[in-house]
């Protein structure tokens, strides 16, 4: 859905910003939601979003997957 998204941005000269969000932490886990946020910079995706990180540590590896994409979470209490 990023690339499909990315590709109509870039044939239509739109200047809209592509979001890669997943709720993957909470449902399935930790390293399947890091696995989501890598491909969703691969596919093009501007920001990225993982819900429900519950540590720096966590916050660490979101980071060390981004790519250099912004991104953007905080933990509940703002624990990060």
């Known amino acids: 859905r990023i690339k499909a998204a990315?590709?109509?941005?870039?044939?239509s000269s739109?200047?809209?910003?592509?979001?890669?969000r997943t709720d993957a932490r909470q449902a399935v886990s930790l390293h399947e939601?890091?696995?989501r946020a890598e491909a969703f910079a691969e596919a093009g995706a501007d920001v990225l979003f993982i819900d429900a990180l519950n540590s720096k540590e966590e916050m660490l590896a979101f980071c060390n997957v981004s790519l250099g994409i912004p991104n953007f979470n905080s933990t509940?209490?703002?624990r990060t």
Do not use: K, P, T
Not at 6 to 11: G, I, L, M, T, Y
Not at 14 to 20: C, E, K, L
């Open 6 to 11: 990315v590709d109509a941005r870039n044939e």
């Open 33 to 35: 939601a890091l696995w």
């Open 14 to 20: 739109s200047d809209i910003v592509i979001v890669g």
């Open 76 to 78: 509940n209490r703002h």
